[in-house]
């Protein structure tokens, strides 16, 4: 028998209603709609549905922190105060969805700035790892949250935590060039020298990523970096097996941190890229003095490598030096350093620039391949003596 009109909208109604109370109880919906008022409701019915989960393991409170609803996050985090329920706000706090993140995880994540420094001062766990090893150290420094990063190191991070492919923070501040973090996790005790899985330290992997950045995303401040790096004490010949900080430097035509690394004493390699001299690499890509500094810090050059920069001269000819900005003073520098290579093939070093290079290359091992320089103004030797091991003669071999 068919039911009466009375009966179908009876059971209308009571269908609506079941519904609606469904749709009420279920904390995960009512925060994503940003429905504040329901998501108290609930709470007040049932305190325990904060930890609610959907089918990507996400609380509640997963789910406010990504839309930046942080009165609705206030409201899943604001338990009484008794230490039991101060626990379970906490425990809220470090609970992880399927992927391994905690609601901070997802707050650095979204830059939301504002609800990380809240979840720290409430004490979540800063050294969880999400399923691919990262604390939220590894993706506040990633997502250039520098406020954040320098706030967690305050709590307690530990800034050597590392990922699956043994990333540390140090290596994420490196990719992205903030001096600033990277300052700060030096200070905090980060290891400067941590190698990646790919054997990559903080240093090369500031150079891998300013080779392979894009026009639009440009790494401009490798110069600073890279002078950082090398001021708070990273070893300065440590390299991936492809490539050392000298190579590097060279590769990136950047003399000046080149220099840098051999004033301060890094290992002079004789093999550059393609298995060629370094001192090919130095003519080809750098500044003509660089050329000098490494014959003058050992390095000896084969008389194929200087029958190589002589060819290399007829490329840089009077038209190719007018073009804009190359100035016509490059090109008869490098025929002057040709010039007095081949000078010193025929002229061997002296006794006193040997004992330099011998006296360089045992600090270097002695200080951990750190620089030197601050150890020779420590030796116990004439003043003139320690300006010759530190190359401060070394504007007397510049050509005018």
Known sequence: MGLCTDTRRDLTVHMSRLATTRDAGNIIEATKANREQEVKQILSEDPASRFQVDESGRTALHWATEYGYSRIAHVLLNVPN???????????????????????????????EDLASLYITLHSDLNLGDRTGNTVLHRAVRM???????????????????NEIQWTPLHEAARTGNETIIRVLVQRGADIDAVTQNRMTPFLT??????IASKGNAYLNLDSVWKLLIECGSCLSKGDGHWTPLTAAI????????????????????????????????????????VKLLVLLGYIPTSEEITYCSKQIPMYS?????????????????????????????????????CRVSIRGAMNVASGDKSILANISKLPIPNKLKQFLAMSDFTHYLLD
């Open 318 to 354: 009077k038209v190719f030096m007018r073009l804009p900005g190359l100035g016509s003073g490059l090109h008869r520098d490098r025929q002057a350093v040709v010039k007095w290579l081949k000078a010193r093939e025929l002229c061997p070093p002296s006794l006193s620039e040997c």
């Open 144 to 162: 250039n949250l520098e406020t954040t990063a320098i706030m967690m190191c305050d709590f307690g991070a530990d800034t050597n935590a590392r």
């Open 251 to 290: 590769a990136c035509d950047n003399s000046f941190i080149a220099s840098l690394l051999l004033f301060n004493g890094c290992q002079i390699e004789k093999i550059g890229r393609w298995g060629r001299g370094i001192l090919q690499d130095a003519f080809a890509c750098s500044e003509p003095m660089l």
């Open 82 to 112: 008794s230490s039991e329920n101060v626990a379970l706000g906490q425990s809220l706090l470090n609970k992880c969805d399927f992927r391994g993140q905690t609601a901070l995880h997802i707050a650095c994540n979204c830059k939301r």
């Open 206 to 211: 500031a150079f891998f990523y300013y080779k």
